[in-house]
């Protein structure tokens, strides 16, 4: 019994004591915090998209908002609805305005080049955002388009290539000055020129991404060529007409094997489902939006002079194929944190 | 020739509900464009295999279905002698809203009345605007159709392109599936043209539209009433616009509220002036859209098929548009007779 009471004094003391030894350790301040905190304060990003209320841009801004809300720096969109003289204006009054960054989504490779190089001539750091110009600024960010091309020619060689006959292949490119026309089709090039087992039967635009377009060309297309094999399309939201008019003229699912790419939302897992495409190159939002992120954090804290640093982040890409296909790996404006 | 239309209406009356009034005898731009066509149909057909087969000339006539069922609404409302620019967002923006309210559970009936409401809701504001508040129509059909657009982009929609969603798979067949080989957008533009030919000719107030295209005044001292045919005009206008916009999100399985932005316009009244309906009002019908459409839609079909480049496309379309009205301006001088008064 008495053997029992001082175990027990003995080890309510020693609990006592752990106790008012944790209390006594002291807490200590992250040098780091303070500052960057405080030199967030103040300082402003502005997004200059080619158009909202799609997918990839509702998704890029969300992420940016997110953070600068969570960082407490000012965050703005000036949308330029699909109108790249509308667009050059809001640069040209941003270079005035004089923000720390602008984010900006090029519908072309040259019409905003002059007009990057002034802004960080004035002191506005620039990243550029999937859609690039030929003009290296502080940052880009996004797909390494002629590397999608590539891929999506690659399957389409590994689909069409088997034959007696080469595999017609029909390519549904973009504007003709866009990046994800121009450099898309270099990718094709690399795999498709000198190659004997497919033959491409037509390089046609879809204007500014139309799917009514789309869907037109590849009508004609296929009047002129039944036994189409493939079609290398440009963007999910472009080729649902691409799908539409093989659905049309009665072909199943697979019957023409359709690639395409797109930032990797719902439509790309409902496409893969509904078989309008078989092949699908993801240049993953939530992923560039992180990175983005980073860039835009690592602009704000730079103390060097504008240009002196220049960083490029290609996108790692994601491929998705009716074997792969599960919901979880597509997102949606919900789901992006 | 300024006043007489009515009556020249009613002659033509007698040749059939597709003939124009106005310039009837003599070479006009319907005849130098029906020419046109006849020779490039022609020339594709000897030239480029694969293009005169039934299969292709049923793809041709669909690829062009929307914008000749566009160019009808357009027609009726610059014979009276306007100009509806926001033809592109009474296309869009109320087909997308019929889209987004059947794929949230509203039934097919619910949402296509919506949908034909806010469409009937568009053209009674432009007409109210043009006809009493008397804004030119250039200006105010440009600015409610940014508008319309703004209202989907802002409040309407989460994304630009809706998806067609299954709920309302029940009337998909509008703008994809055929019947005995003819394609629907083929038979929705056939049924258009024909309402809106029958509407033109074979009715009062679409004789109103012609003389109150002609000539407003005359039309006003006539006892015409002028400004109710105005409002009319838009409407209808922007109901056929909403139309093509159930058969164009039908056929391409989404409406994609970004062809606002687009040029779609500009194709929509190439159409109308090629086809020789003139901008100052109270001349041409159902037959010059017709025309106008199969020619824009030769054209691109065949440089499809020769798989020419998209800037080579769009210098085509426009020398051919630059030829058609030259020929016409060379052929039929204006002059004071022929000139009118307010004419663009």
Known sequence: ?337 | MQGSSIQTSHRSRAFGIFRGPGKAAGFDQLKIVSLLFVVIFVVYALLLPGFFTVGNLLTLMRTVAVLGILGLGMAIVVIGRGIDLSMIASLAVPSALVLMLAASGYSVFVAIGLGICMAIGIGILNGILVAYAEIPSLFTTLAVGIGIAGVGQIGLFDYEIVSWPPQLDVIAWIGRGSIAGLPYSVLAFLATAILVGIFLRGTRPGLFVYASGDNPGAARLTGIPLRPVMVMQYVMSSCIAFFAGLVLSASSASMDTRIFNLTWIYDVILVVVLGGIGLSGGRGGVANVIIGTLLIGTVMNGLTIMDVSFEMQNLVRGLVLLLAVLADSLINPRNEETAQQGDI
């Open chain 1, 1 to 337: 019994m008495h053997k029992f009471l001082k175990l027990a004094i003995g080890f309510a003391m020693a609990t006592v004591a752990g106790l008012s030894s944790a209390s006594a350790q002291q807490s200590m301040a992250d040098p780091l915090r303070k500052d960057y905190y405080a030199n967030l304060k103040g300082k402003k990003v502005v997004f200059v998209p080619v158009f909202m209320g799609l997918d990839l841009t509702e998704g890029w801004s969300k992420i940016m908002a997110k953070q600068a809300k969570d960082l407490g720096y000012s965050y703005e969109v000036r949308n330029s609805n699909f109108n790249t003289a509308a667009g050059a204006q809001t640069i040209t009054s941003l270079i005035s305005e004089k923000p720390d960054v602008i984010v900006v989504q090029n519908p072309d490779v040259q019409s905003y080049a002059k007009l990057l190089q002034q802004a960080e001539k004035a002191g506005i750091r620039v990243i550029q955002l999937n859609m690039k110009t030929n003009y290296q600024t502080t940052g880009f960010v996004g797909a390494d388009v002629e590397l999608i091309g590539e891929k999506q020619a690659e399957a389409a060689v590994a689909k069409c290539g088997a034959g007696a006959q080469p595999g017609k292949i029909l390519i549904l490119a973009g504007p003709p000055t866009s990046p994800f026309s121009a450099y898309m089709l270099k990718g094709y090039e690399n795999i498709l020129n000198n190659n004997p087992k497919v033959k491409v039967v037509s390089v046609q635009s879809t204007g500014d991404y139309e799917s009514a377009k789309a869907k037109s060309i590849t009508q004609v297309v296929l009047q002129q060529h039944p036994d189409l094999c493939a079609v290398l399309g440009v963007w999910d939201n472009t080729d649902v007409g691409t799908a539409a008019a093989l659905q049309e003229a009665g072909k199943k699912p697979g019957d023409v094997f359709v690639t395409t790419s797109g930032g990797g939302g719902e439509l790309a897992c409902k496409g893969l489902r509904d078989g309008m495409w078989q092949y699908y190159v993801s240049y993953d939002v939530p992923g560039q939006g992180r990175d983005l992120n980073a860039l835009i954090m690592a602009a704000l804290q730079d103390k060097n002079s504008v240009g002196s640093t220049k960083t490029v982040l290609y996108t790692p890409l994601v491929t998705y194929t009716p074997a792969t296909l599960g919901d979880e790996r597509c997102w949606s404006l919900d789901t992006l944190r």
